[in-house]
C-alpha cells in the first residue's frame, strides 16, 4: 500500500471544517422532509385512536369520501401486504384493526388535495370503539391476572446478568430507588415525507429519517412490494435523537401514493408528533451497592423496569443496553441483574439518545453518592478508586480492550475552575429567570458530578455492517471525489465527516456528496454514535480501494513508457506525485472515472447467554461532568449555572462539531433533569405541545465548559469514538446529584419539580419489592 | 380570500383559506418554504418573520391580517451568493447542526443587531429566548451573535 509523503489536505481529518449542508441551512434553501413539493401531490392525514386500550367494533368512511378534493381514505383492510412492521418485533399494526392499543395508534389515513381539507375529511370517518380497561402502570402489567396487551403477554424482554457471587458480603451497603419520566426527542422538523408512485408499479420515498435501509425493510413488505421497488430518498432531516429509528408516516404516504397514483405528502402537527414517535422509556430502578470501608466496590443488586408502551420498537435493545451499564463505569466483582422491557398501554418507547444508558446512569450515579456519604469519602475520590480502565472485566464478562481513560475524564473534569459566585447580578440571572421572581434571598448552590459510558454501534452479535461508493473523475478544474452513502444527515454532521475523510484518505479537496438514497448499500443507522466509525470506515477502505487503482493505472501508464516510478505514489492536490516530484496531473489518468464500493465491518460481537454473559458491545465512550446549581429553597426554582465535561473520544475528526454535540447533548440531559417530561394519566398524553411540553431555551442553558480525552482507539478508522450520546447519559445525573447537593433533599425521581425542591412532594416510593419476572432466573 | 402583500420587495397575491395564517400562505402559496412550521403556537421561532419591519411569529399571524403590509423573510437576506453577516457568523461559528431553527434564529438575531449593535450576553439570551433549538446547546449560537455584531460593525 502506498504511503502518501505530503503536506495535509487542506478540510481534512482532524480540521473544523465548516458543514457541508451549512450555506443552503443558513439560507433557508435547504430542503427537509416537510419542505418537500411535487406537481398534483396530495395531502395525507391521519385518523388515531383517541383511547388507550379499544376495540374497534366499525369502521365507516364514506362520509369522507363524499367531502370534495378528497381521493383516498384507506383502513387496515387496504394495507397491500403485511400488516404489520416493527424495527425488532414484528408487532406493529400498520393500522389498527379490532384492537388498538395506545392512544394515538393509527386507524385510518386519508389523502386530499390539501391539508385542511384531509383533516376535515379525516373528521368524517366514522370509528365506532368499545373502550376497554388499560394497563398503564409498568409494575402492574407484570402482576399475575393484568390485562394483556399483547396476547403473548406483558413482557418485551427479560435480561438476567449474574457476574461473580450472587451472595457476597459487602462491609457497607447502600440502597436506592429511582424513577426517570418519560421524555420525548423534541425534534425541532416534524415527521414528514412524500412518496411519489413510479411507472414500474414501484414507489420512491422521500424521508426524513435515521436509516433508509431499515425503512425500505419494514416498508417494502407491508406494500406488498420487492425490496428494489421500493426507492428511499434521504428528505432533509430537522433532528432525529432516535425519534426517527421507527416508521412514523412512511408506509402510510406510499399507501396513498399508490392507491391515487399521485404523489402524496405527509407532514405531521406538532401535536401529531407527539402521538408519531416513540418516547424515551420511563424507569423505575432499584439499586443495592455494597463496597469495602475503603471504598472498593464489592457488589451491586440492580432491577430495572422500563415502560415499552404498547408495542416492542426497540425495547429489547434498550433495555439490553440499560442492563448492562446498570454498574457503572466501574469495576464491581459480584453483581446480579434483572431487567424488564414490559408492554403497557402507554405510547410506545423506543430509542432515544443514551438508548437506556441514561436512566441506569441516574440510578448508579446516585448510588455512588449515597455510597461516598456514608463512607466519608469525597465523591470524586470514590469513583476514582472504581473506575474502569483497558483490561476491565464488566458485569457481562466482556473484557475492556481498547481504550477506558475513566480516572483521566474524571480528574479533567474535576480539575475544571468552578464559575465564581457573582457578587452583583442582574435578576434574570436568579432561577426562575425572565420571570423575574427571584432577588436571591434563599438561595443555596450545589456542585454535583457523575460519571457514565456507552456502547458505540450495535451490539449483541448484530453486523450493522455500512456500504460507501466512492467515484473519482476528472471535473472541470481537477479530480473530483464523489461520495454516496446512504448516512442520514440528521444534523449530527456526518455527511461533513465523510468528506473530511474523502479528502485526508485522497489527498483531493473536490469532495461532492452524491444524495443519500437506497441505490447504495446499507449504512446502518444514523443512532448508536456509529456513523463516524462506520460509514466513515467504509468511506475509507472505498478511497483506498479507489487510489490503490488510480496508482495501478499510473504505474501501467510509466511502464509503458518505460518510465521508472517511486515505490510509493501519493495525490497531492491535483498531481500524482512519487518521492515528492510531481508525475502527471491525476486527471490524466481518469478518461474513465474510477469507482469503488466497500463495507465496513466492525468487530464481531457475542449476544448474552442465560447468565448474561459474552463479548457484547463493540467499544466504549465515557464521560464525566461536574454541574453547578441555584436552588430557590422557597420558591423551588431551580437553575445550572455551568455544566463542565470531558468526553473519551477517541481522536476528534472535526472538533467543533465534537464540541456542538457534547453541548447539544448536554441540553437534552439538562431537559430530563429539570423540565422534560411526557405527562400520562391512564394512557393518555397531558401535554402534547411546545406550549406544555418544555425543552431548555437559551435561557435555561448555562456555559457548557468542554474538554476532549483524545485517545485515539485501536483498530477502528482515525481512533476517533463516536461522541453523540455519552454526554446526554451523564447530563442528567450531575444535575440532578447538584440539585441534591444543595437542598439535602433525596431527589430520586427525574424530572425534579420545584414540588420536589421545597419537599412538597416527597420522595418516590417503590409501590413494593421490584416485581419478579416469570421464568427468569 | 385574496391577500395581498409585499413579500421581499415584491408585490405577491395568494388566494387563501380565511383560517390560513401568514406562514401558510408562505410557504404553501408562495413556495418560500425557508420560515418553518415546528410549533404553530409561537413557542419556537422557527418561522420568525418581519411583518412591517416588526420581528412575528408568522405562525401566529394570520395571513389576512398581512393584507397590504411588507413582509421579509429569511430568503431576502442574502444577496446571491454573498451571505448575510448573520448567516456568515452561524456558519463560521457552528451555531447550524440540523438547521430546522436556523432560519428563525437568523432573522431574530439580524433584528436583534439592528436594534442594538453591541448586545450583551444577557441581552442575546432575553431576545432570543423565543427561539428553540433542539440540537445545538445554544453556546455556539451566543458565539454567532458575537461574531456577527463584529462583522457588522457593533462590538
Redesign the interface.
Known amino acids: 500500500m502506498s504511503i502518501r509523503i505530503r503536506e495535509r489536505t487542506k478540510g481534512g481529518v482532524g480540521e ?1 471544517v ?2 457541508v ?3 443552503p ?8 422532509g ?2 418537500l ?1 411535487a406537481e398534483d401531490m396530495l395531502w395525507g392525514y391521519t385518523v388515531r385512536s383517541p383511547h388507550p386500550h379499544a376495540r374497534i367494533r366499525a369502521v365507516d368512511v364514506t362520509q369522507a369520501l363524499t367531502v370534495s378534493g378528497v381521493h383516498a381514505a384507506l383502513l387496515a383492510s387496504d394495507v397491500p401486504g403485511s400488516k404489520t412492521y416493527g424495527l425488532e418485533v414484528n408487532d406493529q399494526p400498520v393500522l389498527a384493526w379490532e384492537r388498538v392499543r395506545y392512544q394515538g395508534e393509527p386507524v385510518a389515513v386519508v389523502a386530499a388535495t ?1 391539508l ?1 381539507t384531509a383533516r376535515r375529511a379525516a373528521e368524517r370517518i366514522k370509528v365506532i370503539y368499545e373502550v376497554l380497561p388499560a394497563v398503564t402502570d409498568m409494575e402492574q402489567a407484570l402482576r399475575r391476572g393484568a390485562i394483556r396487551v399483547h396476547d403473548h403477554g406483558n413482557v418485551v424482554k427479560h435480561v438476567h446478568i449474574e457476574h461473580g457471587s450472587p451472595k457476597a458480603k459487602a462491609e457497607v451497603w447502600v440502597e436506592g430507588y429511582y424513577e426517570t419520566g418519560m421524555q420525548d ?6 415527521e414528514s415525507g412524500m412518496a411519489v408512485p413510479a411507472e414500474d408499479g414501484g414507489i420512491d420515498l422521500y424521508v426524513a429519517t435515521q436509516w433508509l435501509h431499515v425503512d425500505q425493510e419494514q416498508v417494502a413488505p407491508c406494500l406488498g412490494l420487492p425490496k428494489e421497488k421500493v426507492r428511499l430518498h434521504l428528505a ?6 432516535g425519534s426517527r429509528e421507527d416508521v412514523s408516516m412512511h408506509i402510510h404516504a406510499c399507501m396513498l401514493a399508490l392507491h391515487t397514483r399521485r404523489p402524496v405528502k405527509m ?1 405531521y ?2 401535536e401529531e408528533s407527539f402521538f408519531g414517535h416513540v418516547h424515551r422509556h420511563p424507569a423505575r430502578l432499584w439499586m443495592r451497592h455494597g463496597a469495602t470501608r475503603d471504598g472498593r466496590l464489592v457488589a451491586v443488586h440492580a432491577r430495572l423496569v422500563i415502560d415499552g408502551g404498547a408495542y416492542a420498537s426497540s425495547s429489547p435493545a434498550v433495555i439490553t443496553n440499560a442492563s448492562t451499564f446498570a454498574a457503572g463505569p466501574y469495576e464491581v466483582p459480584n453483581a446480579v441483574i434483572d431487567g424488564t422491557a414490559v408492554y403497557t398501554n402507554n405510547p410506545p418507547c423506543g430509542a432515544m439518545r443514551g438508548f437506556g444508558a441514561v436512566q441506569a446512569c441516574f440510578a448508579y450515579e446516585a448510588q455512588m453518592d449515597r455510597l461516598a456519604a456514608k463512607l466519608s469519602l469525597d465523591p470524586v475520590e470514590l469513583r476514582l478508586r472504581n473506575a474502569l480502565a483497558t483490561g476491565s472485566v464488566l458485569p457481562t464478562g466482556q473484557v475492556i480492550r481498547g481504550t477506558a481513560p475513566v480516572r483521566e475524564v474524571i480528574r479533567r473534569c474535576a480539575a475544571i475552575p468552578l464559575p465564581p459566585e457573582p457578587v452583583e447580578r ?1 435578576p ?2 436568579y432561577p426562575g429567570g ?1 420571570g423575574n421572581v427571584s432577588r436571591g434571598e434563599r438561595l443555596r448552590r450545589g456542585v454535583g458530578f457523575a460519571v457514565g459510558y456507552k456502547n458505540i454501534a450495535y451490539s449483541t452479535g448484530f453486523d450493522d455492517s455500512a456500504e460507501a461508493r466512492v467515484k473519482l473523475f476528472a471535473g472541470g478544474t481537477g479530480p473530483v471525489a464523489e461520495v454516496h452513502s446512504a448516512a442520514a444527515e ?4 456526518v455527511h461533513t465527516v465523510l468528506v473530511q475523510i474523502a479528502r485526508e484518505e485522497l489527498g483531493i479537496e473536490q469532495v461532492i456528496l452524491h444524495p443519500s438514497d437506497t441505490l447504495v448499500g446499507s449504512a446502518g443507522s444514523s443512532s448508536a454514535s456509529r456513523q463516524t466509525m462506520m460509514s466513515g470506515g467504509a468511506v475509507q477502505l472505498a478511497c483506498r480501494a479507489v487510489r490503490d487503482q488510480l496508482f495501478e493505472r499510473v504505474r501501467r501508464w510509466a511502464r509503458t513508457r518505460g518510465l521508472a516510478l517511486a515505490p510509493q505514489l501519493a495525490i497531492a492536490g491535483t498531481d500524482v506525485v512519487g518521492d515528492g516530484r510531481t508525475i502527471a496531473p491525476v486527471t490524466d489518468f481518469l478518461d474513465e472515472p474510477i469507482v469503488a464500493t466497500r463495507v465496513y465491518h466492525h468487530r464481531k460481537t457475542e449476544s448474552l447467554d442465560a447468565r448474561g454473559q459474552g463479548d457484547a458491545h463493540v467499544l466504549f465512550a465515557f464521560a464525566a461532568q461536574r454541574a453547578v446549581v441555584e436552588v430557590d429553597e422557597e420558591l423551588g426554582l431551580a437553575r445550572v449555572v455551568q455544566v463542565a465535561c470531558v468526553q473519551d473520544v477517541g481522536r476528534a475528526l472535526n472538533p ?2 465534537v ?2 454535540q457534547i ?6 440531559g439538562l431537559g430530563l433533569a429539570v423540565m422534560e417530561e411526557i405527562l400520562i394519566k391512564d394512557g393518555r398524553v397531558l401535554n402534547p ?3 406544555d411540553y418544555l ?5 435555561d ?1 448555562p ?2 465548559v468542554s474538554e476532549l480525552v483524545e485517545e485515539p482507539e485501536p483498530g477502528v478508522p482515525f481512533g476517533a469514538k463516536g461522541v453523540g450520546e455519552p454526554s446526554t447519559i451523564v447530563g442528567t445525573a450531575a444535575i440532578a446529584a447538584a440539585l441534591r447537593n444543595a437542598t439535602g433533599r433525596e431527589l430520586n425521581r427525574v424530572p425534579v419539580r420545584p414540588d420536589d425542591l421545597v419537599g412538597l412532594e416527597p420522595p418516590r416510593k417503590s409501590a413494593g419489592p421490584p416485581p419478579p419476572v416469570k421464568g427468569a432466573a | 380570500m385574496i391577500v395581498r402583500l409585499k413579500v421581499n420587495g415584491e408585490w405577491r397575491e395568494a388566494d387563501v ?1 380565511p ?1 390560513a395564517s401568514l406562514l401558510y400562505l408562505l ?2 402559496h408562495l ?11 409561537g ?2 421561532g ?1 418561522c420568525s418573520v418581519w411583518l412591517d419591519g416588526t420581528l412575528v411569529c408568522s405562525c401566529l399571524v394570520l395571513a389576512a391580517q398581512a393584507h397590504e403590509l411588507e413582509v421579509r ?3 431576502a ?2 444577496e446571491g451568493p454573498r ?1 448575510h453577516p448573520v ?1 456568515e457568523a ?3 461559528a ?1 451555531a ?8 428563525g434564529l ?1 432573522v431574530a438575531v439580524a433584528d436583534l443587531l439592528e436594534h442594538d449593535p453591541a448586545p450583551g450576553e ?1 441581552t ?3 431576545a ?15 458565539d454567532a451573535v458575537k461574531l456577527a455584531a463584529q462583522k457588522m460593525g457593533g462590538v
Open positions: 473544523s465548516r458543514r449542508d451549512g450555506t441551512k443558513v439560507k433557508g434553501q435547504f430542503l427537509y416537510s419542505d413539493w390539501d385542511e426527542q423534541a425534534i425541532l422538523g416534524p432533509g432531516v430537522g433532528g432525529a435523537f407532514v402537527s406538532r442582574d434574570i440571572t425572565a440528521v444534523g449530527q454532521g467543533q462539531s464540541h456542538g453541548e447539544g447533548g448536554t441540553a437534552q405541545s411546545f406550549t425543552i431548555p431555551t437559551i435561557l442553558m456555559p457548557v | 383559506w383560517g410557504r404553501e413556495g418560500l418554504v425557508g420560515s418553518k412550521n415546528a410549533c404553530e403556537q413557542e419556537c422557527s423573510t429569511v430568503e437576506l442574502a451571505l448567516q452561524f456558519l463560521e457552528g447550524v447542526q440540523c438547521g430546522f431553527c436556523t432560519p437568523i444577557l442575546v439570551r432575553e432570543l429566548a423565543g427561539n428553540l433549538c433542539r440540537c445545538t446547546g445554544y453556546a455556539k449560537i451566543l
